[in-house]
């Protein structure tokens, strides 16, 4: 076990884990922010998206050394009240069923639409499917990207 | 102050113990308590909502939400009849409460269909009440009360809120009989309304099974029979105990479970565990499951499920004989949230806390595996991402139980996806073969399914259609005993049952040389006219799906280029015709749009009704194209999303959802929009591409269908 300084949500925490511990692992068991969730292990579902210096990141196989020094965004931080642009949206189309996929669709598209604020249908799709939604719910979601990305606008 | 605390408690005592109260008021003014005493055993049988003197009102969904919406649905149709201000209502999820609660389970899509009147009539009590509080606080006759948005308004347009009227409320006589609204005066039960979990959810403040802790708390993983008929010989864990962060490693019922301080050490330590399994008996195979389908179709042993005149005779004298055989394999829940449970086991009773479908039956079967006295177990439930089935199934909620009383700890056990893959309690692999006949005029005279499965049960659903409109009919079912463990699976036997039986039903059109959609209106009129035996649908209700989606898909006149395949089933109460469309290009096929028209009586909410149906297709769609499970040595070989295919965002077709609504009472929708779609997509590809598809998954028995999502 080492002690690692991390950089989270815009606040910095310590945490003693060993080295080869998945980001995902130190965010839920260590640090209880349990936002981002496991569904597979091995980068297929994508449910555990965060951000590492903006960047769309599978954390179950992201290893804690590798965000030294960077900043990791989480659902959590995504926004201070909720109103990132892509929770409103996802929340006017009522995308989510059970909801265990969505931080990661939404962690996904919101930095989709940060590096790119007028994705077309080519590049939605090529986003987010990198993810599953057991429920389903895909065509909400598609929608919902296009609605975030007016909110965003204004 | 005494007395104030003491009412305090009680309300406490009254709310969270499981007797139930209609209105109460926790931590205000003295004034403002009210003396439980007083309280009418009518309104305490008001289990449903509270509201405060501060005019708070929550609603409690007592039925497990495993993203079915049945949480905002339930809550609507109390809020309804209550005449509230949705917008201010708090929904809760109730923990298990046996007293209080009747069916508390997710399963069939039956919680709408049966609690429907309850909920009603909880929120109209309710109203009732405050209205006849108000009426004798302003001395008028209640007749001349109108309610709106959580306040009773007189005739001279004065308000007061049902908070204010709390305390009168609670003392007055409730009739045995309470008027309802009629569907006319709904406000909210129709309208388009969002999940009430929206908030939590987005904002990754919601709490699922698998985010639930508390202190002091340990992790567990299980290591279990790597094949199904397997049993544990010794396994040696020095390597795994020598991690940091494993606790022990202990073992049970051929199980080894691996304790640590959190889920990552637990993982390491497996990859090191040494585990000697025995083979007691010859492990299954996809080859073993072959032979047993094969020889069980032709030797049974059948069970017959319903007979009606003379088959043999209809098929003797046909003039045209249709006979095919379809195949479906085993298949996986995979909800997106894998198994997993909390329990703190002490010596004379249990705290469990977990996604599960069923939680009275995992109260009572840890009160039996652990010699517990049933009340002294609580089971809360927590948010569930998905069930599907798998979680009406508590072995893991056991498997946390039996652990945490080794262990004599608090512990969270969590399953990977790769356990929860493995694990079993499969969608069963099933085989049905089916044979019609028809005589010159193109009239079905004969209609016979065999159905084997391996540990399905009973494989058909006898009393259904076609049934009942077909003279001579004999419905089969035999059944092998794996050890492979089954489990209902969203739509159990349906999910596979309608595509078989829509795919053959075009092919007995075909061979009629007649429409499919024309044929099932043919044999509907005839189960209107002159029912065979008993039948379980209603037939007027069929043919307006029916007809309803083909006006919509425009069917028989589709753009050239575009090849349609129709379906329709009846399930869980519910109604669901489909069209699929698939577009032909360069020879290559391409699912373009599905139309769904469904009658589920009354829809409750917009937006939660269409979620099932997309969620429905969508699942259906992935499945029939892709889901897999393949065994050799008794274990599946697909053990995570990299070999399991999954559909995904790029794959769905559009799909349009219509509803019938026709103020018939409210039936399920969290299956029976998915029965139908594999079938639709079937006759679809046939009419596109000229071949029958009898296997799923359609990818594997076809190439040349592989991409069409
Ligand atoms: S849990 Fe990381 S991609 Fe599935
Ligand atoms: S909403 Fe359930 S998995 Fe996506």
Known sequence: ?154 | MKNNRRDFLKNMLLTSGGLVIGFNSLGNSAAEIISMENVKDELLSNAFLTIDSNNLITIFSPNPEIGQGIKTAFAVIVAEELDVDWEKVVVKQADLDIKRFERQLTGGSGAIKHSWERLRKAGATGRYALVAAASKKWNVSATTLKTDKGFVINEKGEKISYGELVNDAVSVEIPKEIPLKSNKEFKLIGQTIKSVDNKTVLTGKAKYGMDYKQPGMLYAQIVRPQGFGQTLKDFDATEAKKIDGVIDVISFKDKVAIIGKSNWPIMKARKVLTINWTNTKELESDTKHNQIFTDMMKNGPFEVRRKDGDIEKAFAEAHKIIEAEYQCPFLSHSPMEPMNFFADVKKDSAKLVGPTQTPQSAQNQVAKLLNIPVENITVELTKMGGGFGRRLNNDYALEAAEVSSLIKAPVKLMWTREDDMSGGIYRPAVRYKFKASIDKAGNVTGFALKGVGLNAGNSTRQDNFPVGAIENVLIESADYKSDITTGPWRAPITNFLAYAEQAFIDEIAFAAGKDPVKLRLELLKKAIEKPVGKITYEPLRFEKVITTVAERAKWGSAKKGLHQGFSVYFSHNSYVAQIAEVEMKKGKPTLKKVFAVTDCGIVINQSGARNQIYGAIVDGLGHAMYGNLNFENGAPKQTNFDQYRLIRFNEVPEIDAHFIDNGIDPTGLGEPALPPTGGALANAIFKATGKRLYKQPFAQEDEKVAEIL
């Open chain 1, 1 to 154: 076990m080492s002690e690692y300084s991390l950089s989270i949500n815009g606040k910095k925490l310590k945490v003693d884990v060993s080295e080869d511990t998945p980001l995902l692992w130190v965010l839920r068991d260590t640090l209880d922010l349990t936002g981002t969730k496991y569904g597979c292990g091995m980068a297929q579902c994508g449910a555990c998206t965060i951000h590492i210096d903006g960047m769309p990141t599978r954390s179950c196989v992201t290893p804690v050394t590798l965000a030294i020094g960077k900043e990791i965004t989480t659902i959590e931080g995504l926004s201070e009240n909720g109103d990132h642009p892509v929770q409103k949206a996802w929340d006017t189309l009522d995308v989510p069923q059970c909801g265990f996929c969505q931080s990661g669709q939404m962690m996904t598209a919101a930095a989709l639409l940060k590096e790119n604020p007028n994705p077309d249908e080519e590049e939605i799709s090529m986003a987010m499917s990198a993810h599953i939604c057991r429920c389903g719910t895909y065509h909400r979601i598609n929608e919902a990207v296009k609605l975030a990305a007016k909110l965003q606008k204004r």
